[in-house]
């Protein structure tokens, strides 16, 4: 079955750019949509944007201006960039495969395990 | 955006009783021409990724355990653990899958009185 893993540093200083990979394995990137989620210590869940494996983004407006998520298939991996960090950008960053194949408005499944990154200097 | 409000933000339930949960979207969630409401509903427990229960609102995920159920449509829905066990004890969220920004309730937390 599919699954899903996120890399990237655990720590991020303030005004830099976190860079996270989601790696999938188990099946092929193609025709899915694939999304970030993140949850800060304790709280709920924020959708931070998806791509489609031809390459085509859609960011949550509230963090739009910082955001870039992108994919490369050859290596069935996609990736978030998000820019100019402070404190609130700590949370578990979740990457997740849109369910149903060729659509963005399905249910999120498989996720992968998270990882936290905390912004701190 | 869609809100997604849930009630109540937490609860504790004696085992073998009954939680209900309820969720709230901001506006419908109800696709007229498929007559499929686009909610979801996960479980959360602490350290791990949320786990997929319910889409379309009522059906269940293969391998979810039937005492967990959903219903509801347009934009009020309530998830129904019909005997709690000590497994259940965790962060419950709805999802809607209506629009763009897929979007979150709070979560309701359960756990055993």
């Known amino acids: 079955q599919v699954q899903l893993q996120e890399s990237g540093p655990g720590l991020v200083k303030p005004s830099e750019t976190l860079s996270l990979t989601c790696t999938v394995s188990?099946?092929?990137?193609?025709?899915?949509?694939w999304s970030w989620i993140r949850q800060p210590p304790g709280k709920g869940l924020e959708c931070i944007g998806y791509?489609?494996?031809?390459?085509?983004?859609i960011y949550n407006p509230s963090l739009a201006s910082r955001v870039t998520i992108s994919v490369d298939t050859s290596k069935n991996q996609f990736y978030l960039k998000l820019s100019s960090v402070t404190a609130a950008d700590t949370a578990v960053y979740y990457c997740?495969?849109?369910?149903?194949?060729?659509?963005?408005?399905?249910?999120?499944?498989?996720w992968g395990q998270g990882t936290l990154v905390t912004v701190s200097s | 955006d869609i809100v997604m409000t849930q009630s109540p933000d937490s609860l504790a339930v004696s085992l073998g009783e009954r939680a209900t949960i309820n969720c709230k979207s901001s506006?419908?969630?109800?696709?007229?021409?498929?007559?499929?409401?686009?909610l979801a509903w996960y479980q959360q427990k602490p350290g791990q990724p949320p786990k997929l229960l319910i889409y379309?609102?009522?059906t269940r995920e293969s391998g979810v355990p039937d005492r967990f159920s959903g219903s509801g449509s347009g934009t009020d829905f309530t998830l129904t653990i019909s005997s709690l066990q000590a497994e259940d004890v965790a962060v419950y969220y709805c999802?809607?899958?209506?629009?763009?920004?897929?979007?979150f309730g709070p979560g309701t937390k359960v756990n055993i009185k």
């Open positions: 997740a495969r849109h369910h149903t194949v060729t659509t963005q408005y399905t249910w999120f499944d498989p």
């Open positions: 188990g099946g092929s990137i193609s025709s899915y949509y």
């Open positions: 791509i489609y494996s031809s390459g085509s983004t």
């Open positions: 506006q419908t969630v109800l696709y007229s021409s498929n007559n499929n409401n686009y």
């Open positions: 379309w609102a009522s």
């Open positions: 999802q809607q899958y209506y629009s763009s920004p897929l979007t």
